[in-house]
């Protein structure tokens, strides 16, 4: 993509000596893995794996690239240009411990007899992570700005 | 023909359609080469984790360091972490690419981009099955987590050498370049003034280090009150210790407390024992600082007191070396027995224990007697031990 797109992306990628031999030891790998999955089917229950395996791609592909891409241009479109840069690593930071705190969050994991379990609140340490996130955004946008302005005199 | 041309079209015109600058090689690359360590650091000490609870015939896995597998797994947790801001800044840095018209070029980059399906689908399904697996979310795993996660596990480190090989031209290239600003979108000016490059990557570095100190506290003491996001808490449980498997789920709070329990070391001896509770205060006891470190990331170092597997090795006249298992009196679970080498069994630290921090186990920790010995996954330091089989 260093180059505007053109009409048709012809460009034939080059490949090292090494692809082949690559090619051969990691489907070999690959080959390992699956014979392990079949061999414990019982456990790993294929159909189980394979839904969550392509679901994951899935909703991956489908669902959050395309929204994060379609956030993106929003931002890029309403945000002021000195606030750009701040306000989407703010937002990229956020979007990634939202994801990761969800299932702690919601506490799906506790069990009555255990209380070691995910004992913390975890509602307010993703609050506390997500205000130390924009309290460090707008720190370095004050540094870096406070930078330029001094490069500029 | 005709649909291949109105094809091309569109696939262009999907393509024209990603305007940010970020979506460059050079960027790839690199969190290409970064995730290509983290991700060989997690197979690595994976693998550990793996060849310790199943251990082959020819492998004995050493005592000592004692707190080396507390280190393997706390990395195995904290990289695996660590890299879920890196894949989806990777994925999104390629996303482009997936529209890419003709969608292959030849032979070779057939192959190579249907090696990105076991490629994609093995890196989103190892970090999402290992994150639902700390946070003890169990029902979106349709399977037997650690099986899954493990073969899943070659399945992503394969392709990933897939790839390897078929990036490894363009890698050197890209990153022997010096780096030019990123180009601006001919036609979108919108798309400018954004982060640069380096800023994009300074914040994704910055999402994967607030992961990792929002976690990491359940192992590095220090930050236990900083890790918010944590699943455990330090201090939190029975003796102010956390645990995994509580006596009730267990089904042994009755057999632990029945007066007739007795400590059975038999197998290969020539004088088998059947020892009572107080039997066991009655014999030397040996004291020992030793962390014990759950397979989920998590881990504690505390003060145990009991009798060492080699006193009663000596005493029951095993030969010198033996190696042995003890037995739970939850015996119906995989995690009712646990296999001791002949370098563990024979290590001094190596007890069935009977205090932890001076006070008699708790229930949950294992009551009336537990195994714990250095240099071993939380699951195999088996609880309400009830029998040591010589072996
Ligand atoms: C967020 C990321 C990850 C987390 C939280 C995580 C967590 C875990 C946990 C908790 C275990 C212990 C399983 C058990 O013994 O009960 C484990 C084992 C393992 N992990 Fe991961 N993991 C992650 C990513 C990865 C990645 C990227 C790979 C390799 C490509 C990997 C490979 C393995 C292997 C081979 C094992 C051994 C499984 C066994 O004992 O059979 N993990 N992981």
Redesign the interface.
């Known amino acids: 993509?260093?180059?505007?797109?053109t009409?048709?992306?012809?460009?034939?990628?080059?490949?090292?000596r090494?692809?082949?031999?690559?090619?051969l030891?990691?489907?070999?790998?690959?080959?390992?893995?699956?014979r392990?999955?079949l061999e414990?089917h019982r456990?790993?229950?294929l159909?189980?794996?394979l839904?969550?395996?392509?679901g994951?791609?899935l909703v991956?592909?489908l669902l959050?690239?395309p929204f994060?891409?379609a956030a993106?241009?929003v931002?890029?479109?309403v945000v002021p240009?000195p606030a750009?840069?701040g306000i989407?690593?703010g937002l990229?930071?956020s979007g990634?411990?939202v994801?990761?705190?969800f299932?702690?969050v919601r506490g799906?994991?506790?069990?009555p007899?255990?209380?070691?379990?995910?004992?913390?609140n975890?509602a307010?340490?993703?609050v506390?992570?997500l205000v130390?996130?924009w309290l460090?955004v707008l720190l370095v946008g004050a540094a870096a700005s406070g930078l330029s302005r001094r490069h500029a005199n | 023909m005709k649909v291949a041309r109105a094809a091309?079209v569109a696939g262009?015109e999907v393509?024209?359609r990603?305007t940010?600058p970020l979506?460059?090689?050079?960027l790839a690359a690199i969190l290409g080469l970064a995730l290509g360590v983290t991700f060989t650091t997690c197979f690595v000490t994976g693998l550990i984790s793996h060849t310790l609870q199943h251990p082959p015939s020819w492998f004995t896995w050493p005592s000592r360091p004692a707190g080396l597998f507390r280190i393997t797994q706390g990395v195995h947790v904290a990289t695996g972490?660590a890299s879920?801001?890196l894949l989806?800044?990777k994925?999104?840095v390629v996303?482009?690419?997936?529209f890419?018209?003709?969608p292959v070029?030849?032979v070779?980059?057939a192959?190579?981009r249907i090696?990105l399906?076991?490629l994609?689908?093995?890196a989103?399904?190892q970090l999402?099955?290992g994150?639902?697996n700390i946070?003890?979310?169990?029902?979106?795993?349709?399977?037997?987590f650690t099986?899954?996660h493990?073969?899943?596990?070659?399945?992503?480190?394969?392709?990933?050498?897939?790839?390897?090989?078929?990036k490894?031209?363009?890698t050197r290239a890209v990153l022997a370049r010096r780096a030019e600003p990123a180009?601006i979108?001919?036609d979108d000016p919108?798309?400018?003034?954004?982060?640069?490059r380096r800023?994009f990557l300074?914040?994704?570095g910055?999402?994967s280090g607030?992961?990792v100190v929002?976690t990491v506290g359940d192992t590095v003491r220090p930050l236990n009150r900083i890790s918010?996001?944590?699943?455990?808490?330090l201090g939190?449980?029975?003796q102010g210790?956390?645990?995994?498997?509580?006596a009730?789920?267990a089904g042994v709070l009755d057999s632990a407390r029945d007066p007739g329990y007795r400590l059975v070391v038999d197998g290969r001896v020539t004088r088998p024992l059947a020892l009572s509770l107080d039997e066991l205060r009655g014999m030397p006891q040996h004291e020992a600082i030793l962390p014990i470190a759950c397979v989920e990331g998590w881990s504690y170092s505390a003060r145990w007191c009991g009798i060492r597997v080699r006193d009663l090795l000596q005493l029951t006249g095993a030969r010198p070396l033996a190696h042995a298992r003890v037995e739970s009196l939850e015996s119906y679970s995989i995690y009712g027995s646990s296999p001791l080498n002949r370098l563990q069994a024979h290590d001094p630290d190596t007890l069935l224990a009977l205090e932890l921090d001076g006070n008699p186990l708790a229930p949950?920790h294992g009551y009336p007697l537990r195994l714990i010995g250095p240099n071993r996954p939380g699951v195999d330091q088996t609880k309400w031990v009830h029998r040591l089989v010589v072996l």
Not at chain 1, 113 to 120: C, S, V
Not at chain 2, 150 to 166: D, E, P, S, Y
């Open positions: 993509m260093n180059q505007p797109p009409d048709r992306d012809t460009t034939r990628p080059a490949y090292s090494l692809f082949w031999p690559c090619v030891v990691g489907w070999a790998f690959v080959a390992n893995g699956v392990g999955l414990n456990v790993v229950r159909s189980g794996f839904r969550v395996f392509i994951a791609l991956h592909d959050l690239a994060v891409i993106g241009t931002v890029s479109r240009r750009r840069a989407q690593a990229i930071i990634v411990v994801l990761f705190a299932p702690f799906y994991g506790r069990i007899d255990n209380p070691t379990i995910l004992p913390r975890y307010e340490g993703l506390v992570v130390a996130v460090g | 091309t262009t393509h024209r990603f940010s979506h460059d090689d050079r972490v879920i801001p989806l800044a994925l999104w996303y482009p690419k997936l890419r018209w003709p070029a030849s070779a980059h192959v190579e090696s399906i076991p994609v689908g093995g989103l399904f999402f099955t994150t639902a946070a003890y979310w169990y029902r979106p795993m349709p399977f037997f099986v899954a493990f073969w899943a596990a070659w399945i992503t480190i394969g392709a990933l050498i897939v790839h390897i090989g078929a490894i031209t363009t180009p979108a001919a919108a798309a400018r003034d954004g982060l640069s800023g300074a914040t994704i910055a999402a607030v992961l929002a918010v996001l944590a699943p455990r808490r939190i449980g029975p210790r956390p645990v995994n498997r509580s009730a789920a949950d």
